[in-house]
């Protein structure tokens, strides 16, 4: 237990940050217009504005009152988000089963200890799987191994 | 009962008894051979759309005929500029082909700031696919209005202007409105819309006037008497709205807009699987059957020689431009 | 009486051996894809496009729809077991179903939402048989201004739909308004926070934010701190995934409520689904005596949502069929199939196609029945999965994400979408936000924006629309009224925790 309530406080903050840009950023870029034919920057920033307000609401009185530190699990972020991002860039170039095989290994990692052989066979049946479901079964122009370039 | 089933099936396993027919084109030449594997059509509009069913349609009997799988792809996005970068960008070796619309073609250069391909260099036609023309429309219970000379006088008396809708800014139908209401000096609002959808019910309900909209939608709702079709844009009458004056007859000359498609091929594919493309589109589209499937769904199917798509993409582009100036729209 | 025995018309249609089997097979197929995170009603039906042109219309057309409704049926139940909306409008089920599936209720859950779905989709067909032109004559009377203002209501009521403080729900309602702002403005064209990336023109695509803030946040939330040795532990017999009689009891009043909320929102073009289920699940959360259980396993939670969402499916067909404007995307293709077999869907469809119109009708009801037999063995089967130790099954479902997700517009830059929101999502979770109202704040977004100017430009800037029109005068007074009574229910509740406190000090001391 913290003195004041951290998680809000961060979440407060974010919001109030995030608003104040978005309202800059529609101010600056878009025009606003006027009731009668209203520009395409008016709506987000009123949008922004209100965002703001609202995470000074929710930041505020946190700072009265006890509350928890969050603590983010680093490594299963990192190893997910780094699954996915392979999958997104092996599947057009390579095809399914390249890019299958490396979500498979590099999610594996978020766990702390590494079966290889497990994740191996899980990878195997997983391609099987995922070529024989989306591929050939519903008919998703995905081939599993992209032989040509384009 | 029978007989349908007989002809599902006919279909699925169709596919490959087709590529024990004889080749369409004279097997001396070396790309003869095309297509030898799947060919993929991109298409670059959501499925559903017409320029999707209609991909899909010819897609579906161009693999009956050539015996190997037209694939349809869909990557939709920014006024179809995703899709046609795509296409443009494709290896040119025949097998990444897809529909290209007016837009493509003739409209978007004018349109965007950038535009991520160069509409004369990077794609080339096959052959035209299909048009489709717009039809002024205007609600029968709001417009009282039955010619299209009653309802200009009307609408140029309208207290505070008239308003008209479209599928969104710089389609041709908001291009259309825009070019109509500058020409014959009418006070109007254009108030855009995420489609016909949308379009329709607030015409029925009176809160906007009148739309130049792809005739397709408007058929069934024309036909209940709820709409009334005051024009058509087409050279000549649509032969789903035998009644219906084009734009000329009706009095505002030198006013044909159709919205058409040709399907690309990235530019650099050889002349002679371009030309087998072409043949075999000829023939899948020029049948009774095609002809009436296409017009069912509002538009015509189109064939032709690639050169024939070259020169109507050419020959539209100064009208295009000085449209799109008129109605002063501007895309990033 | 003229409509029994126009019903009686459609079941022999209907109940014809060639229709009973392309209705069984559109439903199995829609179940299959449902369960599937990403994959659509809307791919499918337009990969078997073509092979509709070789059945007779009315059979084509009651294939496409059993995939349809089908779909909408199997969504949910990859959100009660993984916390992954297989459809946008199953998110909802998230929220009550997942922690159903935590207690070890999973199977009662699949259980009610079957039934619920059931219930909806039944007596949407009857709202749909009997008030088809006057609900399409309501439909057709709302204008922009009224719009806003339903939309308006719609989101002051997803401020419930927050377990926590409302400050924090309606701050993501907020949020997810933001999100939506991103891509083309469709009034200018003009490009918004985009950033110049063309992927981003259309906007960020709404699969990939709900399996993001859902699916991929939970999984990264999951690893190491879950083993599913606790699900695994239960036995599963049919005792356990039988639904109480106290389930019985809580769960029929909200199905009706669901099916009317449902009913109306299905009707309006372009509303759809997703907002009917978002809106039952906030009236039955103003409803309920206790609104602290939602979020934690109330069973109202799913079996209302769900009928709602399962009702609108049936509903969406009124614009469809009477005026030949489809209600949304996967209406406009079952549109495109039946005008390929040259029948013009329209305000005549009834007089001119009256075997077509009942025969579908009657399929509607045949094909709910399919579903019913076709998915209670099943649910044995699907709780069953949660035993699979957690090390094998995470990874089988990010892959399933991913590839779902890609296939909806072939594109690797959704794929990297899903992954950003799985981030943000997570930093949702540590923070303590909820991921519903985000959502409902991102598809209402453009709505209301749309209708709001779309509403400004017809009146030429006058605000009076907003109150001179009765539909959307009535919405707004709801809506204040809503607030005032949130205002004050806050301040009795501040009153009454101090009260509690007092009194647990009294109790220490």
Redesign the interface.
């Known amino acids: 237990m913290q003195r004041r309530d951290w998680?809000?406080i961060?979440?407060g903050s974010?919001?109030l940050i995030?608003?104040l840009w978005?309202l800059w950023?529609?101010q600056n870029?878009?025009?606003l217009g006027?009731?009668?034919?209203?520009?395409?920057g008016a709506?987000?920033a009123g949008?922004?504005l209100?965002?703001a307000l609202?995470?000074l609401?929710?930041l505020v009185p946190a700072f009265f009152r006890k509350g928890e530190m969050?603590?983010?699990?680093i490594r299963?972020?990192l190893a997910?988000?780094a699954?996915?991002?392979s999958?997104?860039?092996l599947?057009?170039p390579a095809g399914?089963v390249p890019?299958?095989v490396a979500?498979?290994f590099v999610?594996?990692l978020?766990?702390?200890k590494q079966r290889w052989l497990?994740t191996a066979i899980?990878a195997a049946a997983?391609s099987v799987m995922?070529v024989l479901?989306?591929t050939k079964g519903?008919?998703?122009?995905?081939p599993a191994f992209r032989w040509w370039s384009y | 009962?029978t007989i349908?089933?007989r002809?599902?099936l006919?279909?699925?396993l169709g596919a490959p008894f087709a590529a024990t027919l004889p080749p369409l084109a004279s097997p001396a030449l070396g790309q003869s051979q095309w297509p030898a594997r799947p060919v993929r059509v991109i298409v670059p509009w959501?499925?559903?759309?017409?320029t999707?069913?209609l991909a899909?349609?010819v897609?579906?009997q161009l693999s009956q005929k050539l015996g190997q799988p037209f694939v349809?792809?869909?990557?939709?996005?920014?006024?179809g500029?995703?899709g046609h970068?795509q296409i443009a960008k494709s290896t040119p070796d025949g097998y990444t082909m897809g529909p290209v619309t007016v837009g493509g073609w003739s409209i978007n250069q004018y349109l965007y700031a950038r535009l991520?391909y160069d509409p004369e260099k990077d794609i080339s036609p096959i052959s035209m696919h299909w048009e489709l023309p717009n039809v002024l429309a205007v609600p029968t219970a709001h417009v009282p209005a039955t010619n299209l000379q009653d309802f200009i006088t009307w609408a140029k008396t309208k207290q505070?202007g008239v308003?008209y809708g479209s599928p969104?800014?710089?389609t041709t139908p908001h291009l259309s409105g825009s070019m109509f209401i500058n020409r014959l000096g009418i006070e109007g609002?254009h108030?855009?819309?995420?489609g016909?959808?949308?379009t329709?019910?607030?015409l029925?309900?009176g809160?906007?006037t009148f739309a130049l909209d792809n005739l397709a939608?408007y058929?069934?709702?024309i036909?209940?008497g709820?709409m009334r079709a005051l024009a058509v844009t087409s050279a000549e009458r649509w032969p789903t709205l035998p009644d219906v004056p084009t734009m000329a007859e009706a009095g505002v000359p030198d006013f044909v807009v159709t919205s058409w498609c040709a399907m690309a091929f990235p530019a650099g594919v050889p002349s002679a699987i371009t030309q087998r493309a072409a043949a075999a589109i000829k023939e899948v589209s020029e049948t009774q059957a095609m002809q009436?499937?296409f017009l069912?769904?509002?538009a015509r199917a189109l064939y032709g020689t690639p050169e024939q798509a070259a020169e109507r993409a050419a020959r539209e582009r100064p009208m295009w431009r000085e449209v799109v100036r008129i109605s002063g729209?501007?895309?990033? | 009486m003229e409509v029994l025995g126009m019903l009686g018309m459609g079941f022999a249609t209907a109940l014809?051996?060639?229709n009973l089997f392309y209705c069984f097979l559109g439903v199995f197929l829609g179940t299959f894809?449902g369960v599937?995170p990403g994959?659509g009603a809307?791919?499918?039906?337009?990969?078997l496009?073509?092979?509709t042109?070789?059945?007779?219309a009315t059979?084509a057309i009651i294939m496409l729809a059993g995939i349809y409704y089908g779909a909408s049926y199997g969504g949910s139940t990859a959100s009660i077991l993984l916390n992954l909306p297989g459809t946008p409008s199953a998110a909802v089920a998230c929220l009550d179903g997942y922690p159903m599936a935590k207690q070890g209720r999973a199977g009662v859950a699949l259980f009610m939402t079957t039934i619920a779905s059931f219930v909806g989709a039944s007596l949407g067909i009857v709202i749909l048989t009997l008030f088809a032109p006057k609900l399409s004559e309501v439909?057709?009377?709302?204008?922009?201004a009224d719009y806003f203002a339903m939309m308006l209501l719609g989101l002051v009521a997803a401020a419930t739909l927050a377990q926590g403080?409302p400050?924090?729900g309606?701050?993501m309602v907020?949020?997810g308004?933001?999100l939506g702002?991103v891509g083309?403005?469709?009034?200018?064209?003009?490009?918004?926070?985009t950033f110049d990336v063309?992927?981003l023109?259309?906007g960020v695509s709404l699969v990939a934010i709900a399996m993001g803030i859902f699916g991929?946040a939970e999984?990264?939330?999951s690893?190491?701190?879950v083993t599913n040795a606790e699900v695994a532990a239960q036995k599963i017999t049919m005792r356990s995934m039988m639904p109480t009689k106290a389930d019985w009891k809580a769960s029929w009043k909200p199905m009706l409520r669901g099916t009317g909320v449902g009913s109306f929102f299905g009707a309006l073009?372009?509303a759809g689904g997703t907002i009917a289920s978002f809106m039952s699940y906030a009236v039955e959360k103003k409803v309920a005596k206790d609104p602290s259980r939602f979020g934690k396993g109330a069973i109202e939670g799913i079996t209302a949502p769900e009928s709602a969402n399962n009702a609108a499916a049936q509903t969406a067909f009124i614009?469809t069929l009477t005026?030949?404007?489809?209600?949304d995307?996967?209406m406009?293709?079952m549109l495109?199939a039946l005008?390929?077999?040259?029948i013009?869907?329209?305000?005549?469809l009834m007089t001119e196609y009256p075997e077509l119109f009942w025969g579908l009708i009657a399929s509607f009801w045949l094909g709910n029945i399919m579903l019913l037999i076709l998915n209670i063995p099943l649910i044995g089967l699907w709780v069953r999965m949660l035993r699979i130790p957690y090390?094998?099954l995470?990874?089988?479902i990010?892959?399933f994400i991913?590839?779902g997700v890609?296939?909806i517009?072939?594109?690797?830059?959704d794929?990297?979408v899903?992954?950003a929101f799985?981030?943000l999502g997570?930093?949702m979770i540590?923070?303590?936000?909820e991921p519903a109202p985000l959502l409902l704040g991102f598809i209402l977004?453009p709505l209301m924006?749309?209708h709001?100017?779309?509403a400004?430009?017809?009146s030429?800037?006058d605000?009076a629309v907003f109150y001179e029109r009765p539909i959307s005068a009535s919405f707004l007074g709801v809506t204040a009224i809503l607030l005032l009574w949130a205002i004050y229910a806050s301040i009795r509740g501040v009153s009454a925790a101090s009260r509690l406190r007092a009194q647990a000090k009294a109790a220490e001391g």
Request: net charge positive.
């Open positions: 998680t809000d961060i979440g974010l919001l995030f608003g978005f950023h529609a870029h878009y025009n006027e009731l009668r034919r209203m520009g395409p709506f987000p949008l922004g209100l965002n609202f995470g609401l929710i969050p603590v983010p699990a299963p972020l997910i988000i699954g996915g991002l999958f997104a860039f599947i057009e399914l890019a299958t979500l498979v999610v594996a978020a766990e702390q497990r899980l997983l995922a479901v989306f519903l008919g998703i122009p995905v | 009962m349908s089933r002809a599902l006919g279909t699925t959501p499925p559903g759309g017409s999707d069913v899909r349609l897609a579906e349809i792809e869909n990557r939709p996005g920014a006024g500029n995703i970068d991520p505070g308003n969104g800014v710089g609002v108030v855009p819309f995420r016909a959808a949308q329709i019910p607030a029925l309900g809160d906007i939608s058929v069934p709702i036909a209940s709820q009436e499937r069912r769904t509002g729209a501007r895309l990033e | 014809t051996p060639e894809i599937l994959i809307l791919a499918t039906i337009s990969m496009l073509p092979l042109f070789h059945v007779p059979t439909a057709l009377s709302f204008g922009p403080s400050a924090k309606i701050a907020l949020f308004l933001c702002m083309t403005d469709v009034q200018t064209g003009q490009q918004r926070f063309p992927y023109s259309d991929v999984v990264i939330g690893i190491g701190r073009p372009g614009p005026l030949g404007i489809p209600g995307s996967v406009a293709l495109g005008i390929i077999q040259g013009q869907p329209g305000p005549r090390s094998i995470y990874p089988a990010l892959l991913c590839i890609f296939s517009n072939n594109s690797y830059f794929v990297l899903v992954m799985g981030v997570y930093v540590k923070l303590k936000f977004g924006e749309e709001l100017r779309r400004m430009l017809l030429r800037g605000l």
